[in-house]
């Protein structure tokens, strides 16, 4: 067929310089599988589930952009003034409809949920089995954390304007609707109520023990990693209720543990394999010796042996305290001959085998079942599940005995220091609605430094290369039309 072969051509290819490695076809994740006639048994499923977690993996996606600019816009991270120009326009606010990173996130978002929405609709026409389950479940969970990215960068947060227009969205594959569809914004709500199917179909699809194909570790997505981004998912909604009942489970049937000294803590981040004990990590994208970014991943963003543009701000590292174990993740260094905190939290640059993407981790179920405990009425428990966490990071701590909106503060402000450089920080802000100070560094690049709710810099423009495409598509308020 004509435009399979197309496809084909253009996925491998795109496929083969993510990897930019000739031995890549024998690591995990594999190619892309894209033609829907080559998902005939559960291997092929196998092979297709593992291309779509490489598409994941880009550096236009999880690999470097979302998490770099989930800290960058909020108040963890600037560009030093001594840079290689790399995300100038965001430390400024300064993105329009054509700046390069936006583009990259939606362009390569749409391109996974292509992956996924094929390996969904082709595996429904396999014989059903555990293998087949829990591969579409991956599919299925990948795809709703995929549309909770496109919604959150894109669309108004739930919780200000859930009827606002949000993104297109699209669950057949394109080789059955046609490749000329041109669908219009569906709204926040509805993004949401398709992110939750997913994620519920996913959640109920795979078995609890893993499967011959995919194993339980944190390179695939297993039946609780499932319920973790659920737990997100319910949190940007403000659904407290839901977000503590997701995340409730993953603590009490998932597996999942904290690091409990301080040397298991530093072997955990200095570690660059998947984790197959569920210690610390829920899940991760894979960026092994064989297959990973080079020197475009988050890891070389923040590195001096990399191009180590960004840096800690001054605010952040002083949110620690001289004995909280994450402290130890940022280095007092130079940048330029000038003072820097040096992000070390991804140490493994330099190595053959490079770090993981983080998605995510437990120690966030841990803090969204506090802040849905807190925000449901139950101040002893959101304590108990707060200070679990933050009496094991910082050991001379005593914990918490907050409450009322002083609580919820504690908690946030855990978050932040628990979640900083994995690309969250922004969306804390966002979705509670807040306006916050973007700190001044004495080598910071020229920024922009108070951030009100009101700004339309919130949410990031529509593509224009998406609404060239695509006219049934309308510009978020506030970008001049182009």
């Known amino acids: 067929m004509k ?11 795109a496929s083969t310089l993510a990897a930019c490695k000739k ?3 024998d690591e995990q994740p594999s190619t892309a599988v894209t033609v829907q006639t080559s998902i005939n048994t ?9 291309g779509m977690y490489n598409v994941m993996k880009a550096t236009t996606l999880f690999g470097r952009d979302i998490p770099v600019l989930g800290d960058l816009l909020a108040d963890n991270t600037y560009v030093n003034v001594s840079n290689s120009g790399r995300y100038l326009l965001e430390n400024n606010y300064q993105f329009i409809p054509t700046t390069a990173e936006p583009g990259n996130i939606y362009g390569r978002a749409y391109y996974s949920i292509l992956q996924a929405n094929r390996i969904i609709y082709e595996g429904k026409k396999l014989a059903t089995s555990a293998d087949n389950n829990q591969l579409m479940g991956e599919a299925y969970a990948s795809r709703g954390l995929l549309y909770l990215e496109l919604v959150t960068w894109f669309g108004s947060p739930y919780t200000v304007n859930p009827n606002a227009s949000a993104v297109p969205v699209v669950t ?6 046609g490749f000329d569809i041109k669908l219009p914004r569906a709204t926040v ?21 893993g499967t011959t194909y995919h194993a339980i570790n944190s390179d695939y997505i297993a039946k609780y990693a499932a319920k973790a981004i659920e737990s997100r998912a319910y949190l940007y909604k403000g659904d407290y209720a839901n977000a503590l009942t997701a995340a409730k489970l993953v603590v009490d049937k998932g597996g999942y543990s904290l690091a409990t000294t301080a040397a298991t803590f530093t072997g955990y981040w200095a570690n660059p394999a998947a984790q197959t004990g569920k210690l610390e990590t829920v899940f991760e994208l894979n960026q092994n010796a064989s297959s990973n970014l080079g020197n475009t991943g988050l890891d070389a963003i923040f590195s001096q042996s990399g191009y180590g543009d960004i840096q800690a701000t001054d605010n952040l590292y002083n949110a620690y305290t001289s004995t909280d174990l994450r402290r130890t993740l940022i280095i007092n260094g130079t940048r330029g001959g000038q003072q820097a905190w040096i992000i070390n939290k991804f140490p493994n640059y330099t190595n053959t085998d490079k770090d993981e993407t983080k998605i995510i981790r437990y120690a966030e ?15 002893t428990s959101a304590k108990n599940y707060l200070n679990q ?6 050991p001379s701590f005593k914990g918490y005995t907050s409450s009322g909106a002083q609580l919820i503060t504690d908690i946030l402000n855990e978050r932040r220091k628990e979640l900083a450089f994995e690309g969250l920080r922004f969306f804390d802000l966002t979705r509670l609605n807040l306006d916050f100070t973007r700190p001044a560094q004495a080598y910071g690049y020229v920024s922009y430094p108070t951030v009100l709710k009101t700004d339309y810099h919130r949410i990031l423009p529509i593509p224009q290369s998406a609404r060239d495409a695509n006219p049934n598509l309308t510009q978020n308020p506030g970008y001049t039309p182009q």
């Open 3 to 13: 435009f399979n072969k197309i496809l084909y051509l253009l996925f491998a290819g």
């Open 365 to 379: 179920v841990v803090l969204t079942l506090a802040e849905s405990y807190a925000r449901t009425g139950d101040e």
């Open 42 to 50: 559960t291997n092929d499923l196998a092979d297709a589930v593992n």
């Open 23 to 25: 031995s890549f076809l």
């Open 389 to 394: 966490l933050a009496i094991l990071r910082d």
């Open 172 to 177: 057949t594959p394109s080789y059955i609707t």
């Open 189 to 209: 709500n509805a993004v949401y109520n398709q992110i939750i199917s997913d994620l519920d179909s996913a959640y109920t699809l795979m078995p609890e023990a």
